[in-house]
């Protein structure tokens, strides 16, 4: 018995070993990812300025070095112990050579496995101009102020045009004047915004080929919605809220009031301008937009804007009497083009583009249109005109997936009477929405104070009922499926669950002149670039769009419409060309 438990003790000892040598081997054979070397993008200077030339490293195996070469030629080396997962590289440098070369650097890093990292450049753009210096601004402005193109403007907090107190009484007043090309970043850790007071103005007119460009202050590749705060205008035209010093602010009580008798008002000119990465939280569901509109009057000029990733809508308006031609609103969280508080302008030309996994809590639409929060008989009433837009949801074709967040191509609600003419909506899983959860909307449609004419609502082929995705469009509500709102109405055999006047609400939008609802966008003459990053082509194409050229928009509507004969926001010329941009996180603002 003894020599058995011996025997034994010796093969459990022999099996200790092997286990031993067995989890080394497994050690020793453990993969680790090569290491990766992320650069801080191209620098530029004049001769004889000094760069950082810098680098963040990971490596999961440990570092043991890294390698930098100048053209090709051994520059410097930096030895580490193995036991380090991540390094900051940063090496001072005097530039050298003429103006116009460029000097590469060459980054590589080995890790203590000695597995190297793919070779990483970072080019040094020898100028003859110095860069542009970064000037703070803080505060109030008032008086007259000239912003120059030679510089870069960093907004630090809520920087002001002009100025009111507690009670919303102008304090002071500003004129504030961008020159074309000039570049202003906001300020991230204190989200910087600017706005314009009452009875002050801004003057931001860039051109084609200078645009204004408001910007987020990040390196490309780091920029995000949110990195500072957007531009907010206010004005003295009217609105429908009361007529006190709490509720003529904008939404989250930062200050911004807005509202008064003159609907002539002229809060200055915004033209071929850029608003990039803006957008901020104030209070739940009170947000500053990329571009927020307070009561603005339509003595103020609109032009050529574009609002790109943006926190929240893209375009938003209270109130006022602004009007406004050729708006992008590209890649935004929330809505495209929000509309609130008796806002009464006319607006023409424009699109919406969305990106497939970028939507909002609150639900992500083309339009929301609302008389006020509560659906209130509140005058001025919410009753824009919009004419010549193109509303395009993400979902381009059956094989994208999108958020489930995406809602509606235009949500016309809460006792709004906004009008639409010759515009295209596409890509959205509903069409149209009538919404009287709060107020009575569908009787304004049933009455003609909601119209819609030469509206094309386009669904997606092989996605849902009709080709859109929850397989209804205006309204219609299909046999057994819940939808807020209709809770309490009875549903006909054709799946109807709500009526405006008599009639079914695809009944009613298909009544109106030149309205179709047609199951694929496929021969509307888009193109497909439209879902695809990088710029796109917004021109008809030729020979298939029956559905998009041809209907003239109303004769009778204000002067400050264009005559056209296509519906969306283009035909045959792309107005977006040379001031806008669609691949704003890898531009050099900061050089």
């Known amino acids: ?10 093969v459990m000892a022999v099996l200790s070993v092997i286990s031993i040598a067995f989890s080394a081997c497994q050690k020793d054979e ?24 810098k680098a963040t490293i990971s490596a999961p195996a440990g570092l043991k070095s890294i390698t930098v070469l100048k053209n090709g030629v051994a520059f410097d080396t930096k030895s580490f112990m193995g036991t380090e997962k991540t390094a900051d590289y940063a090496k001072d440098y005097v ?5 116009g070369t460029v000097v590469t650097f060459s980054i590589q890093a080995t890790d203590a496995k000695n597995q190297v990292s793919s070779i990483t450049p970072v080019s040094v753009n020898v100028t003859a101009i110095p860069p542009k210096a970064i000037v703070e601004v803080k505060g109030n402005l008032e008086g007259n102020v000239t912003w120059t193109s030679d510089k870069i403007y960093k907004l630090v907090g809520f920087v002001r045009v002009g100025q009111e107190d507690v009670f919303g009484t102008i304090t002071k007043k500003g004129v504030l004047t961008i020159q074309p090309g000039t570049v202003i970043i906001g300020d991230r850790a204190s989200k910087g915004a600017l706005i314009v007071q009452r009875g002050s103005q801004i003057i931001a007119n860039g051109t084609a080929s200078a645009p204004i460009v408001f910007t987020s202050e990040r390196l490309p590749g780091e920029r995000e919605a949110g990195d500072w705060g957007g531009l907010v205008i206010c004005g003295q035209a009217p609105n429908n809220l009361p007529n006190d010093a709490t509720n003529r602010q904008l939404e989250g009580g930062y200050g911004a009031f807005h509202g008064g008798t003159d609907a002539a008002d002229n809060s200055g000119s915004l033209k071929y301008v850029r608003l990039e990465y803006a957008g901020i939280p104030i209070n739940p569901n009170q947000e500053v937009n990329s571009l927020t509109m307070g009561s603005v009057g339509s003595g103020t000029t609109i032009d050529y804007v574009q609002a790109s990733f943006g926190l929240d809508d893209s375009f938003e308006w209270f109130g006022g009497t602004v009007n406004a031609k050729h708006l992008i609103a590209y890649k935004g969280l929330d809505d495209d083009f929000d509309t609130d508080n008796g806002f009464s302008g006319y607006v023409q030309f424009g699109i919406g583009i ?4 970028i939507a909002d809590q609150s639900g992500s639409n083309g339009f929301e249109c609302d008389n006020d929060a509560n659906g209130s008989a509140n005058t001025p009433f919410t009753s824009a005109i919009f004419a010549n837009m193109s509303i395009i949801g993400a979902k381009g074709a059956v094989n994208i997936a999108i958020d489930p967040l995406f809602q509606h191509g235009a949500q016309l609600r809460r006792n709004n009477k906004q009008k639409i003419y010759n515009t295209v909506i596409t890509g959205y899983p509903y ?6 959860q ?11 104070d909601i119209d819609l004419q030469n509206v094309i609502l386009a669904g997606v082929e092989g996605w849902g009922t009709g080709g859109f995705g929850l397989g209804w ?12 709102g209709f809770e309490n109405m009875s549903s006909g055999t054709n799946g109807t669950a709500i009526l405006i006047g008599d009639k079914s609400p695809e009944d009613w939008f298909k009544g109106l002149t030149g309205n179709k609802i047609v199951g694929s966008n496929a021969n509307l003459g888009l193109s497909t670039s439209l879902w695809s990053a990088g710029r796109p082509t917004f021109t008809l194409a030729t020979g298939t769009t029956e559905s998009l050229i041809g209907p003239k928009l109303k004769s009778d509507l204000p002067a400050f419409f264009e005559a056209t004969d296509y519906v969306g926001a283009f035909k ?11 691949a704003p996180q890898s531009v050099v603002y900061v050089k």
């Open 1 to 10: 018995m003894k020599q058995v438990k011996t025997r034994l003790m010796k």
């Open 572 to 582: 045959s010329t792309d107005w977006t060309t040379g001031w806008s941009e669609f």
């Open 473 to 484: 469009s205006v309204n219609v509500k299909p046999m057994g499926v819940a939808v807020p």
């Open 30 to 53: 453990e993969v680790f990812p090569v290491p990766t070397v992320t650069s801080s993008g191209a620098l530029s200077g004049i001769p004889g300025a000094t760069v950082s030339v």
């Open 354 to 357: 969305r990106g497939a996994a």
């Open 438 to 448: 709060k107020g009575n909307a569908k009787a304004n449609a049933a009455a003609g």
């Open 95 to 99: 530039i050298e050579g003429a103006a």
């Open 431 to 436: 069409g149209v929405y009538i919404d009287s």
